[in-house]
Structure formats: structure tokens, C-alpha cells
């Protein structure tokens, strides 16, 4: 496809995305008009990333968003937004790839994970046209419902041409996979391209005048796809070229992947067989899959691990121990992406086992290969219905928030009211007692 085709269609939604933000925000200015310097909002409920604030406070920003105060409303002066519902900083959706935004309803739900493997990697081919225009309404999907940071696997360079200008602030995870251990030196090899040009988009960014958050960074790192994907080897590889950076892998999403490390059987062995994989060289350790490859990582890198689906409080108490094996603590992260676990596995992930633990809880959507909307909203209403609301609120959006920021370490700018940040704004309607309701909707408005 033409390149000003691509541009002009990819530039559509941006103008569509712009203008529905100059609505919430009005902020259409011309050099003939006053420019209102501070923009000020007050709700029933404000969270601030930490906690619920004392009622009647007003956040007070200026014209790009950055927090300028938090004030008593009888000392904030006129012309505050007061707003029903719930306020709180902009959600950071922590597991997230993009660039499979065009199988949006393309695979059947409930087939389980090797089902849905088989059927990511047969559907992956589309023309460009339509997987730059699915990225472009994905991410404008994602700003609107107040989404302004992503963790985004990429397999490929395709979602550059969108990030270029984007204004969702992405830390982008270049995943490598191989499941033998011979091929392991040409997959690392085969995934530095697609990670030498997300490095060059960075730079480009770091430099350009157009940057429109304070979040100036938009890292590149390589990333392990999962235990059954990717060989002793590639993971030994992959810790080299990863000391001390943040990385991301999917985790015990299915029964199938602790079976395989515990006894070399379950349902990977088919889907070997079907890729022509030969897997003889494989010897299963007796343990689950996580404590089967964790210890491959020494180099104090901070994990996210994505799902858990099927993790367990042996495999959780392991996760501490390495944390505290690694100088300095490496963070480990659990991500929930409990639609998609619904969506694939028809199962939800142990909340309140990584609640009784204390995990560091994040949250993501997924990809539309196993989602139905890339909405943070819908992703915390699923988890309340799954814990029958028993998990109070405020809790909750901490993950979809600070917790987020922290994890992608843009909490200097992301996930709490906090002055000098430009953390986004997101309302939260039809709340009451601080609960959701099935009609509450998520609108970024600064
Ligand atoms: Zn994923």
C-alpha cells in the first residue's frame, strides 16, 4: 500500500482522536482568544493513584495537563468542572499488543491456549492497510477510555509507523521466541531489526519538538515470550541482553505449560508436532514452569509476569526468593488480563491468592486476538464481578494506576495527582458507593 494512503488514513482517526480530545478539553484556541491558563475539576469521588480524597477537593492543572495543585473547592476560585462519578489519574495498561489489533473477533472464544496459539500464528498475515488502520483505532480506542500508557509486545516494526507520533507513551517489549536451543543465536539475531528501529524511534523522539508528555522516554527492551516457547538457551541469551531492564513475560496462562516443565506432556506436544518443532532435546525440570525458568535471570531485571492464570502460592513464594536472590530486590510484577483469560482459558486468575501475598497487582487488556475492547474499565469490572465485589474500588484502580507507573517506571509522570506530573485525567461515570455499575464508562478528559 502507498505510503500517503497509509498516512492519510492512520491521519483520520488522529483527527478524530483530536477533536473528541479538544471537546473534553476545549481547548481550540486561536491567537484572538483569552487562553485560560488553569483548568480545574472536582467529582463525588476523586482517587488520587493512592487513595480516595477528603470530599469537595478540586486538582487543578494547566493547559497541558500537568498538576498544579489539589485544593479545598471553596479556595479554588470559579469556573471548576464539577463532574459526576469518579476522577482519577490515567490508567497505564501494563500487557497490551497492538500490532495484533486487526484479529479483533477473528478467533473463537474458549478454545484454550494451545488452540489459540495455533490460530494467532496461522491468522497473523493481513495486508498493511488494514493492520495499520486496526492499530490506529485501537490506540485512539485506548486514549479515548483513558489509557495513557501501554507495556506493548512487539513482534514486528509494524506498530512504529503509529508510535511515531503517538500520544499514549509506550514501552515497547521486542519479544523473542524459539523453543530449540540450536536455533537460539538466529531467533535473537532474527528480532534485533525489529528492535534496532524501535531504538531509532526513541532517539527520534527524544529529539522531536512534538513530544506532548513529559514522559520523554519510550523504551526498547527484548522480552522472553513464554516458558513454552522459548529454549534454555534463548532465555540465557535474552538475560544477557537484558541486565537490569525491566522485562515481560507471559506466565502460567494454561495447565499445559506447568505439565510440559513438570512431565514433558500435555497439549504443547501436539502443537510442536503440527509446527514441525522437534522437541527431543527438551528435558522437563519436575518443576512448574516458572521456577523452571526464573532462575535463567540474574542480571536483576524487574519482571512483569503476564497472566498467572494457573500460578500457585509455592510458585509465589519462589518469585520473593528471587527477588531477594537479585541485588537491590528486582521488582516482579503481576499482571492480570482477565478478559483475555476468559476469553481463551474461560478461567480467572487467582486475585485474591496474589492479593493475600501482596503482589505488586498491574493490569492489561491484551490483545483484540483475545479481547473484545482494549478498555482498562472493563478489565476492573470483570475482576470485581470475578471476586463478587468483595475488592473495594480504590484498590483496584491503585493497580490500573500508580502500580502501573511504578512497573514501566514513568511513575515521575503517570499514575497520581501528584504536582509536576501530567498523569492524564480519567472520569468514571454511574458510580455509587463506590462501586461500578454495568453502565459505568471510563472518558479521558484532560
Ligand atoms: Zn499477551
Redesign the pocket.
Known sequence: MATSLRRTLVQFTFMQLFSTTAYFSGCKFTLSQPINLYRKFAADYIFNGYQLLAPQQTIITDDKGCIVDIMPVQDAGDEIQQLDGLICPGFINT???IELSHLKGSIPEGGGLVNFVQQVMAQRKATEEVVQQAIADAAAEMYQSGIVAVGD?CNTANSIFHKENSPIYWHNFIEVSGFVDGAAVKRLAEMEHVYRQFKKMDEQRLTSDNRQTKAEHSPTVYSPHSPYSVSKKLFQLINEQTAGQLISI?NQECVAENELYQLKTGGFLALYKNFGIDISGFENTGLTSLQSWMPYFTHQQPIIL??NTFTSQADIAFTREYSQSQKNSAAIYHCL?IN?NLYIEQQAPPINLLRANNCAILI?T??YA?NKQLNMLEEIKSIQRATNNNIPLQEVLGWATINGAKALQVKHVFGSFEKGKQPGIVHINHIEDMQLSAQSTAKRII
Open positions: 500487557h497490551c499488543h509486545i507471559h503476564v497472566h488480563c483475555a492489561g491484551d490483545s483475545s
